[in-house]
């Protein structure tokens, strides 16, 4: 329906809303050239917002599975083992190192500590690993490990923030809603993007690391449990059976088309989009999520059991959906906050999740899926080299290094990238910061950061904003 078509039909001018009349009224060329302007493919004006649609060039990767160890992981118990910090256990820092450093709780009687768990060499590339990643270690020829991340977080909710939509403010789409919008779904009937939360707690920053910003709902992530129905109010009530259901929901999804046909208003769409997807997801989501199905050498391999909330099972969840067209999976583990208690803690969060994350990769591998599935593993920063305060067995947020890894989707695997100075503290090789891991994630999905854009705002908004982004090549096969 174009802009003379609705003039026709007479409408009071009050109703004509902004929004419709800046979709609608570009027709023809004009929008072809917005889409151009805005860096998406023509495919976009598809009257499916999720429909798949075309990179800017041939991806590496087609979907994504994000494990994000939210509470931020302490690089220095896991992947970047200091003899220094062992040398010097329990003697304060160099004055210039904490010259105009920024913390979250560090104060300046604060001493070094040295790490607490064995480190060891793992496959032919020799990564180095600490013991308590055993799993892992087994995987270490498909990991691409980076120690020289860096971001500008030092708090959870405003790092987490950064890592999924890459700013520390609210309203920005996240890493998922950018992927679904630039390729959209190859799946019908199931989300296209979904989520998990298996800690102790959901993440700081809540529903905005998987929200759609500005971007049309469409795009949000959606939620899944692990135990029960996938989605709350998936199975219909007693009296309700399917034919009664198609029934209501065709009723009431044309009087959201007349609505919608007169304003245009994007969340009328997404409400439409909303109520056809649960219609479908009754019939396909029970079966795709249940865990039963799964022999038992892959239950054993994850750790996994069946009506168990937990990382294992989310991890296979995540495997399934993939398989079924899923594009992106984020798995949220908000554990890894080890102010205090860092022994026990880290312990029991290495059990929770090594065995299931390196057997991702070993099931994803045997499936012929790895190569076109991205799997990222990190947290929002790291953890200090200092003992927070006058604590013997904690370490505080730390910004300026920490250690993320990906393994398939066209990485260079069996790469260790980056290096941390001597005490783990700053970068001194090959930075990467947030901003590059997006743009470098983008290239694997086929897209060039700065193409792929939004208007908003009067901008050609972007997941990497408008300071320098560097796609990192290191980190690609």
């Given at each position: 329906?174009?802009?003379?078509?609705?003039?026709?039909r007479?409408?009071?001018?009050?109703k004509?809303a902004?929004?419709w009349?800046?979709?609608?009224?570009?027709?023809?060329?004009?929008a072809?050239?917005?889409?151009?302007?805005?860096?998406?493919?023509?495919?976009?004006?598809s009257?499916?917002?999720?429909?798949?649609?075309?990179?800017?060039?041939?991806?590496?990767a087609k979907?994504?599975?994000f494990?994000?160890m939210?509470?931020?992981p302490?690089?220095?118990?896991?992947f970047d083992?200091?003899?220094?910090l062992?040398?010097?256990?329990?003697?304060?820092?160099p004055?210039?190192?904490?010259e105009?450093?920024?913390?979250?709780?560090?104060?300046?009687?604060s001493?070094?500590?040295?790490?607490?768990f064995?480190?060891?060499?793992h496959?032919e590339?020799?990564?180095?690993i600490?013991?308590?990643?055993p799993?892992?270690a087994?995987v270490?020829?498909?990991?691409?490990?980076?120690?020289?991340?860096?971001?500008d977080?030092?708090?959870?909710?405003?790092?987490?923030?950064?890592m999924?939509?890459?700013?520390?403010q609210?309203?920005k789409?996240?890493?998922?809603?950018?992927?679904?919008?630039?390729?959209g779904?190859?799946?019908n009937?199931l989300?296209?993007f979904?989520?998990?939360n298996?800690?102790?707690?959901g993440?700081?920053?809540?529903?905005?690391?998987?929200?759609?910003?500005?971007?049309?709902?469409?795009?949000?992530g959606?939620?899944?449990r692990?135990?029960?129905?996938?989605?709350?109010?998936l199975?219909?009530p007693?009296?309700?059976?399917?034919?009664l259901?198609?029934?209501?929901l065709?009723?009431i999804?044309?009087?959201?088309?007349?609505?919608?046909?007169e304003?245009?208003?994007?969340?009328i769409?997404a409400r439409i989009?909303?109520?056809?997807?649960?219609y479908?997801?009754?019939?396909?989501?029970?079966?795709?999520?249940?865990?039963?199905?799964?022999?038992?050498?892959?239950?054993?391999?994850?750790?996994?059991?069946?009506g168990?909330?937990s990382f294992?099972?989310s991890?296979?969840?995540a495997r399934?959906?993939?398989?079924?067209?899923?594009r992106f999976?984020?798995?949220?583990h908000?554990?890894?906050d080890?102010?205090?208690?860092?022994?026990?803690?880290?312990?029991?969060?290495?059990?929770?999740?090594?065995?299931a994350?390196?057997?991702?990769?070993?099931?994803l591998?045997?499936?012929?899926?790895?190569?076109?599935t991205l799997?990222?593993?990190?947290?929002?920063?790291g953890?200090t080299?200092?003992?927070?305060?006058d604590?013997?067995?904690?370490?505080?947020?730390h910004?300026?290094?920490?250690?993320?890894w990906?393994?398939?989707?066209g990485?260079?695997?069996?790469?260790?990238?980056?290096?941390?100075?001597?005490?783990?503290?700053n970068?001194?090789?090959?930075?990467?910061?947030v901003?590059?891991?997006?743009?470098?994630?983008?290239k694997?999905?086929?897209?060039?950061?700065?193409?792929?854009?939004?208007?908003?705002?009067?901008l050609?908004?972007?997941?990497?904003?408008v300071?320098?982004?560097?796609?990192?090549?290191?980190?690609?096969a």
């Open positions: 329906m174009n802009c003379q078509s609705h003039l026709n007479h409408i009071a001018p009050e004509l902004r929004r009349f800046l979709r609608d009224c570009g027709v023809g060329l004009g072809i050239a917005l889409s151009q302007l805005a860096g998406i493919p023509t495919a976009q004006a009257s499916d917002p999720i429909a798949p649609k075309q990179p800017h060039f041939s991806p590496k979907n994504i599975i494990l994000f939210a509470g931020a302490s690089h220095l118990e896991l083992y200091k003899p220094d062992v040398k010097f256990d329990g003697t304060l820092p004055p210039e190192l904490l105009g450093y920024r913390a979250a709780f560090i104060k300046p009687n001493k070094l500590m040295g790490p607490k064995k480190f060891g060499r496959g590339c020799g990564a180095e600490s013991e308590l990643l799993h892992l087994g270490a020829d498909d990991l691409t490990i980076i120690k020289s991340m860096t971001t977080a030092f708090n959870h909710a405003p790092g987490q923030l950064q999924s939509t890459g700013s520390q609210f309203g789409p996240s890493l998922g809603a950018w992927s679904l919008y630039g390729l779904s190859e799946c009937n989300p296209g979904v989520v998990f298996t800690g102790k707690k993440p700081s920053a809540g529903s905005a690391n998987w929200g759609s910003g500005y971007l049309p709902p469409v795009y949000q959606a939620p899944f692990t135990v029960g129905d996938p989605v709350l109010y199975s219909n007693p009296g309700i059976d399917r034919e259901q198609r029934e209501s065709d009723a999804n044309a009087l959201n088309q007349q609505h919608f046909d304003f245009g208003d994007p969340q769409e989009r909303s109520f056809e997807m649960a479908q997801m009754q019939a396909t989501a029970p079966d795709v999520t249940d865990l039963t199905q799964e022999p038992q050498h892959i239950l054993d391999l994850y750790g996994a059991e069946p168990v909330r294992a099972n991890c296979l969840l399934r959906l993939v398989e079924n067209g899923v999976v984020e798995i949220f908000e554990a890894w080890q102010h205090g208690e860092l022994v026990k803690d880290i312990k029991q969060n290495c059990v929770d999740t090594d065995q994350a390196a057997a991702l990769i070993t099931d591998k045997q499936r012929g899926l790895l190569e076109d799997v990222v593993w990190g947290g929002e920063f953890r080299p200092m003992v927070e305060g604590s013997n067995d904690g370490r505080d947020h910004p300026n290094a920490f250690t993320m990906l393994a398939g989707g990485t260079n695997a069996g790469l260790t990238l980056g290096e941390t100075d001597n005490l783990g503290f970068v001194v090789g090959d930075p990467v910061h901003r590059d891991l997006h743009a470098t994630i983008l694997l999905l086929g897209f060039d950061h700065s193409r792929l854009t939004y208007k908003f705002q009067g050609d908004q972007r997941l990497t904003g300071e320098q982004a560097y796609v990192v090549n290191k980190l690609i």
